[in-house]
């Protein structure tokens, strides 16, 4: 099973952006998504997490009130919706599977990751 992000980009600060990330297989479950970020330089770090059965979320105060993460079982697919970006956003952003029964909010709690992909916020 892979997962593969998409909708990074560059935009403006104050700017949105939606990431998108699709299992490859159908048949795919978990009990949790998250999505962490890492900047050049530094530790990859978390941006938030999703609890596949009800939605319940929990984001970092980072970017809690700006970021919202949805999902749609259907489609395996899970989304980071970005409403005003700052360029303190900026880095690779990945997102992750975990089978825990707790929310969590290490990658080494992940076990399924990513590729990345590039969001850049200019000033």
């Known amino acids: 099973v892979l997962l593969v992000e998409s909708g990074g980009g560059l935009v403006q600060a104050g700017a949105s952006l939606r990431l998108s990330c699709a299992a490859s297989?159908?048949?795919?479950?978990?009990?949790?998504m998250a999505w962490f970020r890492q900047a050049p330089g530094k530790e990859r770090e978390f941006v938030g997490t999703?609890?596949?059965?009800?939605?319940?979320?929990i984001y970092a105060t980072s970017v809690k009130g700006r970021f919202t993460i949805s999902r749609d079982n259907s489609k395996n697919t899970v989304y980071l919706q970005m409403n005003s970006l700052k360029p303190e956003d900026t880095a690779v952003y990945y997102c992750?599977?975990?089978?825990?029964?707790?929310?969590?909010?290490?990658?080494?709690?992940?076990?399924?990751w990513g590729q990345g992909t590039q969001v850049t916020v200019s000033s």
């Open positions: 297989e159908r048949t795919f479950t978990s009990t949790a």
């Open positions: 992750a599977a975990s089978n825990g029964v707790v929310l969590r909010l290490t990658p080494t709690a992940y076990d399924l």
């Open positions: 999703v609890r596949t059965s009800d939605g319940y979320a």
